[in-house]
C-alpha cells in the first residue's frame, strides 16, 4: 500500500489553497509552490483568516488551526519537491504552460512520486503524453471550494497504471473526501452530465418562455434544487461557465447538443460576469424583489424539460462507460448538490417518460440537443 505523506502543491491560486487546507488537516506535510510567491503567501494569509472563522463558528478548534497552518509550507522552487510522494498541480488552465511545468516537474521528482493535475478541462491522456513515464500521472478534479465540496473526479489517462486509480482513492477517502472514478473524456462526469441545467435553462429564456427568476423558481421549487440555474450561473461567473460550455463543446468535435449560448456569451462580453461584478443575470448592487410566478403548468413545463435532458445525459455517460451508475449518481449529488441522483430520478420519472419527453422536443425542434440516448430508448423498451 502506498504511503503519500508528503504532497507537493503547485499553484496556490483558489483550487491550490483548498486543496492544502485538506492535505494539510489530515495529517500530511504540503510544500506549496507558485511562481508568484507574493500569491502564495497571501493565498496563505487568507486561509489563516477562514480558519480564525471557523474557530469563532466552533468547526474546528485553536490547536487544529495551528497544525493546518504549520503543516503548509511554501517553497519557492520545484527542486523543494524532491522528496513528496506525490505533487497536485492547480495551476491555470492552459495546456502548452501546463505540458512545460510537467515537464520541468519530471526531472527533479522521484521515480516513485505521482503526478495528478485539477484541470476542469483538458484532455488528461493529452497532459500524460508528456511524460518519459506516464504512468504516473493522473487527473484529481476537485471542486470549488475544495474544503467543503466532498467530490473528486479520479481520472486515469489512457498511459496512467491500473492501479493507481484505487490507490488515489483511497487517499482521497484518508482526506475525509467522496472520490469517484471517470472516464478521461471531454467534462469527465460533472463538466458534462450538468450542462442542460445551464444551456437549456438560457435556451427557455431565449426561446421567450419565461425570464430568469421564474426558470430558477420553477427549478427550486418543483424540482428542489438549491440554487436555480442562473442563480448558479452568477455564483460561478458567466466567464467560467462560459469557457467550460465551450471547452466541452469543442472537445465533442461540436456535437450541437453541447453548443453554447449566445446570452450567454453576450453577458461574458459585457463583464456581466455574476456576484464578482455586482451584475450578472440579476444585479447585486440592489436588492430586487422577484414577484413569484403563479403559473404552475409553466414551471412545471420548464422543470420538466430540463430534468429531462439532465437524465438523458446522465443515461448517455452510463452508456459510453464514463463512469458506473452509482458514481454518476454521487457525482451530481455531491458536486452540484442536486437533490437527487439523475439515473435514480430517471429511475423515479420512468425512463419512457424521459423518452417521450425528449421526443416530444425533438419533434417539435428536429434539433440534436434533444437526441435521445440510444440507452435511454432500451431502459425505456424493458420498462424501467
Ligand atoms: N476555480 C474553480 O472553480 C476550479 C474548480 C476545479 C478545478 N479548477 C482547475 O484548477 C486549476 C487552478 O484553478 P484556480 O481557480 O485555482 O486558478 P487561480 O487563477 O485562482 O490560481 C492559479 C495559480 O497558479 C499560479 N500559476 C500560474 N502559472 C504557474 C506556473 N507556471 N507555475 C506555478 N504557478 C503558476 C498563479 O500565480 C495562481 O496563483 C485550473 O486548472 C482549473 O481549471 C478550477
Not at 496556490?12 to 485538506?22: D, E, L, N, R, T
Not at 494569509?45 to 497552518?69: A, D, G, H, P, W
Request: proline letters at 4%.
Amino acid at each position: 500500500m502506498r504511503e503519500f505523506k508528503n504532497i507537493g502543491i503547485i499553484g496556490a491560486g483558489s483550487m491550490g489553497i483548498g486543496i492544502a487546507q485538506v492535505a494539510s488537516a489530515a495529517g500530511c506535510k504540503v510544500f506549496l509552490y507558485d511562481n508568484s510567491i507574493d500569491s502564495a503567501k497571501k493565498s496563505l494569509n487568507n486561509l489563516e483568516k477562514i480558519l480564525s472563522r471557523l474557530i469563532v463558528k466552533q468547526r474546528i478548534t485553536e490547536l487544529q488551526k495551528q497544525q493546518i497552518l504549520h503543516n503548509i509550507k511554501i517553497v519557492s522552487s520545484l527542486n523543494d519537491f524532491k522528496n513528496v510522494e506525490l505533487v497536485i498541480e492547480a495551476i491555470i488552465e492552459d495546456l502548452s504552460i501546463k505540458k512545460e511545468l510537467f515537464r520541468k516537474l519530471e526531472a527533479i521528482v522521484t521515480p516513485n512520486c505521482i503526478i495528478g493535475s485539477n484541470t476542469s478541462s483538458l484532455s488528461i491522456t493529452d497532459l500524460g503524453s508528456v511524460f518519459k513515464d506516464p504512468t504516473r500521472f493522473i487527473g484529481i478534479h476537485f471542486f470549488n471550494p475544495a474544503p467543503l465540496m466532498p467530490l473528486v473526479e479520479v481520472v486515469p489517462a489512457l498511459q496512467t497504471d491500473k492501479n493507481l486509480s484505487l490507490a488515489i482513492k483511497k487517499l482521497l477517502q484518508q482526506w475525509k473526501k467522496l472520490p469517484v472514478i471517470a472516464k478521461d473524456t471531454p467534462g469527465f462526469i460533472v463538466n458534462r452530465v450538468a450542462r442542460p441545467f445551464y444551456s437549456e435553462a438560457l435556451r427557455i429564456y431565449e426561446e421567450q418562455i419565461a425570464d430568469f427568476s421564474t426558470i430558477d423558481q420553477a427549478m427550486k421549487e418543483v424540482g428542489g434544487f438549491k440554487m436555480g440555474p442562473f442563480e448558479l450561473m452568477d455564483f460561478i461567473g458567466n466567464d467560467v461557465n462560459y469557457a467550460v460550455t465551450v471547452s466541452v463543446f469543442k472537445s465533442f468535435y461540436y456535437d450541437p447538443k453541447y453548443k453554447p449560448s449566445l446570452t450567454q456569451k453576450q453577458y461574458k462580453e459585457a463583464g456581466w460576469l455574476g456576484r464578482k461584478t455586482l451584475k450578472g443575470y440579476y444585479d447585486y448592487n440592489n436588492s430586487v424583489n422577484h414577484n413569484p410566478s403563479n403559473d404552475v403548468a409553466l414551471l412545471n413545463e420548464i422543470f420538466e424539460r430540463i430534468l429531462a435532458l439532465l437524465i438523458n445525459d446522465a443515461v448517455d455517460a452510463l452508456y459510453l462507460g464514463v463512469a458506473s451508475k452509482e458514481d454518476i449518481d454521487l457525482a451530481v449529488t455531491k458536486g452540484v448538490n442536486y437533490p437527487k441522483g439523475l439515473l435514480a430520478w430517471g429511475e423515479e420519472k420512468t425512463f419512457n417518460w424521459v423518452m417521450n419527453t425528449l421526443d416530444d422536443l425533438y419533434a417539435t425542434y428536429h434539433e440534436d440537443r434533444y437526441r435521445c440516448s440510444a440507452h435511454l430508448r432500451k431502459l425505456a423498451s424493458k420498462g424501467l
